[in-house]
């Protein structure tokens, strides 16, 4: 995102924050076949976060030998810290079964994630809730899958809506609230929460360093000039600011998916 | 531009199939065919390490057990050789007795023996005396009667000369002899 794309939305002479706008990007050749239309920003960076988990695991992990060289060291971290922190955590001993699934999503949504700071792309994907929709959708669909696979169809949602042990009027209010929270709420609060934050961590960055170019490039005076290096500043430091918040939201995503798959594997206890 | 929607909740229908792809790409790329890769070899390495590891424990057992089987040998070994030494000493001190029986039996019946030679040479030596000595004493006794015995002077010339010719027959018995 170019300042002066920021800033052609702005009526001229005020300074004028980023808004939706900002987003909203059409396709790469508007004027090409309309089976070309797909291809935009967004999808290409997409295609671009895909292209480096792929590359990063096949030169990590093709051909993996016993004592690790070069990248396979850095893989075996990446692996280990998901493997670690979130897969055995979550899963127990199911978790390496899980791993495949784990490690793709962690890193695509990661990679995808920290476009939103890597310069002349600037824009963090999953800021389009297109993408944490699909993610949080194999997720709930593979958690109903399990559920009723391993669980049963009654048995799933009796484990569910009544967990064992609870004094019985009680089950009056909880049933309908797990079932909701379980089915309804799970997928639309696990891609809200990835999608707001990118989405808030973009908007943020985009209106500091728009802040920056406006008072100290655009319309650079004595008074404006303080503001201006104080968005300057405040642009640095909330990059590495979403360079973290990317990256945890990138696991909480990961985690959640990872606690998700363990309710249709086992009954909550 | 072509916007589908200015709301940023409404999903855009390429961009979820597009996504949808992008992810089933990774997942089968990544998933299914790299990190399998990466699980096996890790696998791999904590078998060889814990192999490496009960290898080095059953080595380890195995060399104890050996040095406790030397240890016993050693000193069973060195049972023997006191056993021996042992043996060989009261062997070596029965020999020497025996040997030195022997040899005292030995030396007795050598000096019994020269007794006996020397008892049966005297015998001998009498015999031939006892035999000649009357002859002798015949022949003595003949001359000393032909000859006057008139002093001491001749009596004992006829000794001497008896006696000379005595020792002249006894030399020449002993040249025949030897």
Same mark, same amino acid.
């Given at each position: 995102m170019s300042a002066p794309h920021l800033l052609a939305s702005g009526s001229g002479d005020e300074f004028e924050a980023p808004g939706l706008e900002i987003f909203h990007w059409g396709p790469l050749f508007p004027d090409g076949p309309s089976w070309l239309h797909w291809l935009t920003k967004p999808t290409l960076i997409v295609a671009l976060a895909g292209l480096i988990a792929i590359v990063f695991a096949w030169r990590a992990f093709a051909g993996a030998q016993l004592v690790p060289r070069g990248m396979q060291n850095v893989g075996e971290v990446a692996y280990l810290f998901v493997r670690d922190q979130v897969a055995r955590p979550m899963l127990g001993r199911d978790g390496d079964r899980w791993m495949p699934f784990l490690f793709s999503t962690f890193f695509f949504i990661l990679f995808m994630n920290w476009m939103g700071v890597v310069p002349v792309l600037y824009l963090p994907v999953n800021s389009h809730i297109a993408f944490p929709i699909v993610f949080a959708i194999a997720v709930y669909v593979m958690m109903l899958f399990l559920g009723i696979k391993h669980q049963g169809l009654v048995g799933y949602f009796k484990n569910m809506m009544f967990p064992p042990g609870l004094p019985k009027p009680l089950y009056v209010i909880l049933a309908p609230i797990e079932l909701l929270s379980n089915l309804i709420l799970r997928p639309f609060t696990h891609s809200v929460r990835l999608f707001a934050n990118m989405f808030a961590g973009h908007l943020l960055l985009a209106f500091f360093a728009s802040v920056a170019y406006w008072f100290l490039v655009e319309k650079l005076t004595v008074l404006g000039a303080g503001v201006g290096i104080v968005g300057f500043v405040m642009t640095i430091v909330m990059t590495a600011f979403e360079l973290f918040i990317q990256a945890l939201q990138a696991f909480i995503f990961t985690l959640l998916a990872a606690s998700y798959i363990q309710s249709g594997l086992h009954a909550d206890h | 531009m072509i916007l589908a929607s200015e709301n940023p909740l409404v999903p855009e229908a390429s961009e979820l199939i597009f996504g949808t792809v992008a992810f089933l790409v990774v997942l089968i790329l990544v998933g299914w065919k790299l =990190?399998?890769?990466? &699980?096996?070899?890790? #696998?791999? $390495?904590?078998?060889? +390490?814990?192999?490496?590891?009960?290898?080095?424990?059953?080595? &380890?057992?195995?060399?104890?057990?050996?040095?406790?089987?030397?240890?016993?040998? /050693? @000193?069973?070994? $060195?049972?023997? #050789? @006191?056993?021996?030494?042992?043996?060989?000493?009261?062997?070596?001190?029965? +020999?020497?007795?025996? +040997?030195?029986?022997?040899?005292? #039996?030995?030396?007795?019946?050598? =000096?019994? %023996?020269a007794h006996a030679q020397i008892e049966a040479d005297r015998?001998? #030596? /009498?015999? %031939?005396?006892?035999?000649? +000595?009357?002859?002798? %004493?015949?022949? /003595?006794?003949?001359? =000393?009667v032909g000859e006057s015995l008139e002093d001491s002077a001749r009596q004992s010339r006829v000794v001497d000369r008896f006696l000379e010719e005595l020792e002249g027959r006894a030399s020449t018995r002993e040249q025949i002899t030897s």
């Open positions: - | =990190v399998p890769q990466i &699980q096996k070899t890790l #696998a791999e $390495r904590t078998d060889a +390490i814990e192999g490496g590891l009960k290898r080095a424990e059953e080595a &380890q057992d195995e060399a104890k057990e050996t040095l406790e089987q030397y240890r016993a040998q /050693l @000193a069973e070994a $060195r049972k023997e #050789a @006191a056993r021996l030494r042992e043996e060989a000493r009261e062997e070596g001190a029965q +020999i020497k007795a025996e +040997i030195t029986e022997q040899a005292q #039996a030995e030396a007795r019946r050598i =000096v019994e %023996s015998q001998q #030596a /009498l015999q %031939s005396l006892r035999a000649e +000595i009357g002859t002798l %004493s015949v022949e /003595l006794a003949g001359r =000393v």
